[in-house]
């Protein structure tokens, strides 16, 4: 049976075989382990790195070759979990594979498909062979002729601004995305936008004003929306805060950036977060709890640090936010808040530490030697950093004295105070942002 491309490669391919990369969930590739060529090497994820173990040969036979030699399931096996390898040529069911329009691909001996286990994109993991699921870890883009360079990307998701599906744990939500145009073949940085409480995606993407800032930028606005009904909206389901028994929805946003780096195109290394208010804790939150996929954070009107210590709330509770990784953060705050108070109390339990305490435990989980450093930006702006941390993950703050409880430059009044114009919360996380790639995307 012979092995056709789906339709989501960039062109028609009209050679009797081509060769390229083949990736997949979390913008991997598969790869030869070691480059090895003995019988039995695994076939395994790990970065895109254009080299001869990830090269690929699609045959009219069939066969997927690299190396001289076929991908394979082992043993001949055709249960679910039998392990795919290297392995000699030699025209046995275990040998070939069919891809279908979706991007699935076949192995039709076993009547399985090539699988990422648990959607693991860990450096290593082994491939096998499981039943068909519409996870993203089943979904593979195949070498299109040469017309897409290697690590480049064929996006099934076009421009613009709609809602396109994601399952996570048996459920499928509407997520609400915003995609420039982009050059043929590229992968684009990503910035998810998290609302705040009793609002939307959509509603936040509005009042933050950042589909133009992702259009003039050239990166992917993602604002998903929470399953906890409050009010007119929504809240998400913050880690230590919210009660159990929802949506987990660090999960979720982890199911969110596999699924959109494959359909979208997205740059591994490239993944931001951002947020508002109850979403400015869950962004803080993201960079306690999924550091190994987000490269820095920016809470507007709501950074945290963990959870206030049960044993003294004027300070974060350590075991609460634990990255694996130093994550740059840059914040937002207005000293005249009255829901998340600058000073940190108020009515909200989980708000008792200062914004000043919250930068300050960044600053330590980062390393960070010199600071704070105060400086006077405009009349009513200034900013606090912390530098010279562990990775170059520094720690700013910009503290705006007559604002509310807001977004800095957004052209909207949401009636919660001052909305300073003195700066632009979009464009100084974006400069942020852009200094502060993962060095190395992590699974």
């Known amino acids: 049976m012979a092995l056709g491309v789906p339709p989501i490669a960039s062109a028609a391919v009209t050679a009797a075989q081509v060769t390229g990369v083949v990736s997949g969930v979390g913008g991997k590739c598969v790869d030869v382990a070691g480059a090895g060529t003995v019988n039995g090497t695994a076939v395994q ?5 254009g080299g001869s ?8 036979d069939g066969t997927v070759r690299a190396l001289g030699k076929c991908l394979d399931v082992t043993g001949q096996g055709t249960v679910n979990g039998s392990k795919v390898q290297l392995w000699d040529c030699n025209g046995s069911g275990a040998q070939q594979w069919s891809a279908e329009a979706d991007g699935h691909l076949k192995n039709p001996q076993s009547g399985r498909y090539l699988d990422a286990p648990g959607g693991s994109t860990v450096n290593g993991t082994r491939l096998q062979i499981w039943d068909r699921n519409t996870n ?14 290697p690590g480049s990307c064929a996006p099934s998701l076009g421009a613009g601004q709609y809602n396109t599906p994601v399952s996570y744990e048996g459920k499928t939500y509407q997520l609400l995305v915003h995609i420039p145009d982009r050059q043929t073949g590229s992968r684009l940085p990503m910035v998810l936008n998290l609302h705040g409480s009793q609002s939307t995606g959509a509603g936040q993407l509005a009042y933050s004003d950042m589909a133009a800032s992702a259009d003039s930028n050239g990166f992917v606005a993602v604002a998903p929306t929470g399953v906890v009904p ?50 400015g804790r869950m962004t803080s939150a993201l960079g306690c709890m999924l550091s190994d996929r987000i490269a820095a954070i920016a809470p507007v009107a709501g950074i945290r640090a963990g959870r206030p210590d049960p044993s003294g709330a004027d300070r974060p509770d350590p075991t609460s936010c634990a990255p694996s990784r130093a994550v740059p953060v840059i914040a937002f705050h207005g000293e005249r808040d009255a829901t ?12 008792r530490y200062s914004v000043a305490v919250a930068q300050q435990r960044w600053a330590a989980l980062n390393n960070c030697p010199t600071g704070p450093a105060v400086t006077q930006t405009t009349t009513h702006v200034r900013r606090t950093v912390y530098t010279g941390c562990h990775d170059g993950a520094d720690v700013e703050l910009y503290t705006v004295s007559d604002g509310g409880h807001t977004w800095p430059g957004t052209p909207h009044d949401n009636g919660n105070g001052n909305v300073t114009h003195e700066i632009s919360a979009n464009a100084l996380m974006w400069e942020f942002f852009k200094k502060h790639p993962l060095s190395r995307p992590v699974g």
């Open 136 to 149: 993203p870890w089943q979904t593979w883009h195949l070498p299109d002729g040469g017309t897409t360079p």
């Open 340 to 351: 998340n108070p600058y000073n940190g109390g108020g009515d909200n339990g989980a708000w």
């Open 230 to 279: 409050s009010g007119s909206g929504y809240i998400w389901n913050v880690p230590y805060v919210t009660p159990s028994g929802t949506r987990d929805d660090v999960g979720f946003i982890r199911q969110v950036i596999d699924t959109l780096t494959v359909s979208a195109c997205l740059d591994p290394a490239r993944i931001y977060a951002t947020g508002y208010s109850g979403g």
């Open 53 to 60: 173990a990830q090269s690929w040969t699609v045959g009219s």
């Open 45 to 49: 994820l790990w970065d895109c790195d």
